[in-house]
């Protein structure tokens, strides 16, 4: 059974960091393109950051290009997303999915609120 777990959320000032990860078990997702996406409350679902399976390309939403910054370690099975200079309006539940994402691997996500 896939499964991605999403982990790292809080609340933080604006201003402030956090370092989410996504770790995934059931299957190797080291040639999968993986992205995070986030909902905020009564919003849809929007693409943050993606990174190919090298990680020799990332792509940016607009609204978070120059602070966020995703990774990966395929030895570990694993996504990061890196967010600094957080603002209130990137309080959301923040997941990782495939690259166009897969109906079937969402997971419960993390909590991210920002506090102005």
């Known amino acids: 059974q896939v499964q991605l777990v999403e982990s790292g959320g809080g609340l933080v000032q604006a201003g402030g960091s956090l370092r989410l990860s996504c770790a995934a078990s059931?299957?190797?997702?080291?040639?999968?393109?993986m992205g995070w996406f986030r909902q905020a409350p009564g919003k849809e679902r929007e693409f943050v950051a993606g990174i190919t399976w090298s990680g020799g390309f990332t792509n940016y939403a607009d609204s978070v290009k120059g602070r966020f910054t995703i990774s990966r370690d395929n030895a570990k099975n694993t996504v990061y997303l890196q967010m600094n200079s957080l603002k209130p309006e990137d309080t959301a539940v923040y997941y990782c999915n495939t690259n166009p994402p897969n109906a079937d691997y969402w997971g419960q996500g993390t909590q991210v609120t920002v506090s102005s």
């Open positions: 059931g299957r190797t997702f080291t040639r999968y393109t």
